[in-house]
């Protein structure tokens, strides 16, 4: 089973294991022999020298290679069937998995102070200390609350619904009306009973699992649950909080010019007394539930003459009769193109593709790799459309990620940090230009867009891409004022609120009461899901499309390129996967692309034409929406 907390909801059962805490870890040596203690501490199993915190690490390798794996499969039935009895085993092994997790995160922290450690020892003690996602207190009955908490809070997001007209509407179902409805008041409707609905019943059980989890987290000698979160990224959690505002200080100009277009044409769309020409978005005309993607609204956002881009993916799919299974076939095709194996029998047997009409599920795509080695699949609520279209090749990108480290040992088993692992399937769908659409028989060449027709791809692409830029920083950085203690309780949704505002520019379409809880109706809040990863991802996704687009040769615009079929590529993307997370972050990404720093610039020169375009467009528009 991957480490859940990168690709399922139950984060509070399983270790996170996306990289090391604080420093990356070194092989320590010691300019003279280290004596042996004369007694172990009473709570270890192994002495504290260099040869017991290796058993120890074994021990635990072993003991949890076993138990993911059952634990895996509880969860699975979890989110596939949602009913008390499996919202129980999976909280049983939940509470199992965390526990053991609390006590030997605790014991790794004595044996990380070891004099004489080799690399991986280190290294695996100290992926062990903070790769808790939610910690539990030792106290008795701790974790076995903090599971029950975390369970019921995924299981009430599976069973939410909103409602439109006085009938309930699922939340698979809602999404899809929030993206094509184009009556405000509908849309209003939808946005208010799912956020009412979904969000509010959850206040209390979330504020009461911060406390515990918090409570853990100090056990652990982190400040806070925030802090150890921001500790898993071979650096200091302040260093990782300077990065994290330096990615998005080098994006934020495009998002402010994207920004203030889109706001333009939504008022012009909808007038005045909807959407006005000045201040801050509405959030529920952005034809996503949590104004976090705004793709859905292209058509009304499309540049004249340029907008229309000579096809409709949506469209191709229906006509050409592709159904559900095989849009994901299109999706491991692309990976097989580069020379990587297929998926085995067992992922098309296992995984869920098309939502059950007898049961609740989660309907939020996932992927799994349930014993560790090749169990793979996916669980989608597919529709066939554009957007799911491209979300299969990003989830296809966790199952190959799982696949290529495989061999790695248990702690080993992830990304180089989890922002590595939403960025592999997203760089990939960066490549799902028209010239791929072409040559998987899509779309016919002589309906590829012309060159003046890039200003329309390129505001597609932003739509989504940049658009989601704030949303995806601001997610974390509310979760790290409730865990710090500087957003309590009776602030949780002024705060999420004034968020949105402060970073997106976006409002809600209703004033919100103080009962209200926001941040419950976006999954990875009740799901426990660290959101730090997905800005991460989309800043890495284009770095890692520049270097294959550089590897395969490609001369043209970079938003045209295309890989797909490009062995080399395969080859070297594949030997980065194979590290998982055996090496600091800056090794994997400096294995690909040749550099070892994160940065913003390729996704900057990826937008550059549409940036100057926006620009010339809001030429005497009061951007901006602070007064």
Not at 524 to 539: E, K, M, S, V, W
Request: aromatic letters at 10%; one cysteine or more.
């Amino acid at each position: 089973m991957k480490r859940l907390s990168a690709t399922i909801s139950l984060a509070a059962l399983a270790l996170a294991g996306c990289t090391t805490a604080s420093d990356a870890p070194v092989a320590r040596a010691s300019a003279e022999p280290v004596p042996e203690p004369l007694l172990a501490d009473a709570d270890l199993e192994h002495p504290l020298t260099p040869a017991g915190a290796k058993a120890f690490v074994e021990e635990v390798e072993a003991e949890f290679l076993e138990l993911s794996d059952i634990a895996g499969r509880a969860a699975w039935i979890n989110s596939t069937y949602i009913l008390d009895d499996s919202d129980r085993l999976s909280a049983y092994f939940g509470t199992i998995f965390t526990e053991k997790g609390v006590e030997y995160a605790s014991k790794a922290a004595k044996y990380a102070e070891v004099e004489g450690l080799d690399y991986d020892t280190a290294r695996k003690l100290d992926i062990l200390r903070g790769s808790l996602t939610l910690a539990a207190p030792s106290r008795d009955g701790a974790a076995k609350e903090l599971n029950e908490i975390a369970t019921k809070l995924q299981s009430m997001y599976g069973k939410g619904k909103a409602e439109l007209d006085g009938k309930e509407v699922p939340g698979v179902d809602a999404e899809e009306m929030m993206a094509t409805l184009r009556d405000p008041a509908k849309l209003k409707q939808l946005w208010t009973s799912w956020h009412d609905n979904v969000g509010k019943p959850m206040k209390d059980d979330y504020a009461r699992m911060v406390a515990i989890a918090n409570e853990g987290a100090r056990e652990l000698g982190y400040a806070d649950t925030g802090n150890m979160w921001r500790s898993q990224y071979d650096m200091t959690p302040q260093e990782f909080s300077a990065m994290y505002d330096r990615l998005w200080a080098e994006t934020k100009p495009l998002y402010d010019d994207l920004h203030c277009y889109v706001r333009s044409e939504l008022n012009e769309f909808y007038g005045d007394d909807v959407q006005p020409a000045n201040g801050p978005i509405r959030a529920d005309l952005l034809g996503n539930m949590w104004a976090q993607e705004w793709g859905a609204i292209y058509d009304i956002v499309a540049p004249e003459g340029a907008g229309d881009l000579g096809y409709n993916l949506t469209d191709l799919l229906i006509a050409n009769d592709v159904d559900e299974v095989e849009m994901v076939r299109i999706g491991e095709r692309f990976y097989t193109s580069l020379g990587l194996d297929p998926l085995p029998e067992s992922f098309w047997e296992k995984s869920q593709f098309i939502k059950p009409q007898d049961r609740e599920v989660v309907c939020h795509a996932s992927a799994w790799n349930v014993d560790n080695v090749d169990d793979l699949r996916i669980k989608m609520c597919i529709k066939r459309n554009e957007a799911d279209f491209v979300t299969i090749h990003h989830e296809l990108g966790h199952n190959y990620y799982q696949r290529a480290y495989n061999q790695q040992p248990y702690l080993y088993l992830n990304g180089a940090n989890d922002g590595f692992h939403e960025a592999i399937g997203d760089f990939v769908a960066l490549s799902v230009t028209p010239e791929y659409l072409v040559q998987i028989g899509l779309l016919d060449a002589d309906k590829v867009p012309s060159a003046d027709k890039d200003i329309g791809l390129l505001l597609s692409q932003a739509m989504d891409k940049v658009a989601f830029l704030p949303f995806g920083l601001l997610v974390d950085k509310w979760r790290w004022g409730v865990f710090d203690g500087s957003t309590p309780p009776a602030q949780y949704n002024d705060s999420w609120v004034g968020l949105k505002q402060q970073y997106q520019g976006i409002v809600p379409p209703v004033p919100r009461g103080p009962d209200a809880f926001d941040p419950g109706a976006k999954y990875h809040i009740p799901g426990n899901t660290p959101y730090a990863r997905y800005f991460l991802a989309r800043i890495l996704q284009f770095q890692f499309y520049k270097a294959a687009c550089d590897m395969a040769g490609w001369d043209g615009p970079l938003h045209r390129c295309s890989f797909y079929g490009n062995k080399e590529v395969g080859q070297r993307l594949n030997a980065m996967l194979e590290m998982g997370a055996s090496k600091p972050w800056p090794d994997a990404l400096e294995s690909f692309t040749g550099t070892r720093q994160m940065t913003a610039k390729p996704m900057v020169e990826y937008f550059a034409p549409l940036h100057t375009w926006l620009k010339e467009q809001n030429q005497g528009k009061n951007c901006g929406w602070n007064s």
